[in-house]
């Protein structure tokens, strides 16, 4: 298991609840195409899986461009 994760926020939280917003900060991600590496624990990847509507994961290294669902 790789020791990071790349997420990028692909879809924006208005009309969320404020639970969905506070998880999309938490993970760091403000706007429609930020993208974040972050350290793979069990907190982040539960973050990530609260929110997979909004967020994708993507293959490490890169520019963001490409999407791995």
């Known amino acids: 298991m790789a020791d990071t994760i790349r997420v990028k ?5 208005i009309g969320t609840t404020d639970r969905v917003r506070q998880t999309i900060k938490g993970l760091g991600l ?3 195409g930020t ?4 350290k ?3 907190a982040i ?3 990530v899986k609260r929110v997979p509507h909004l967020v ?5 290294g890169g520019n963001g461009d490409e999407v791995a669902r």
Request: charged share 15%; no cysteine; glycine share 8%.
């Open 45 to 47: 990847v539960g973050m």
């Open 35 to 38: 993208v974040r590496t972050l």
């Open 40 to 42: 793979r624990t069990a």
């Open 9 to 13: 926020l692909v879809r924006s939280p």
């Open 56 to 60: 994708s994961v993507l293959p490490p």
């Open 30 to 32: 403000g706007k429609v």
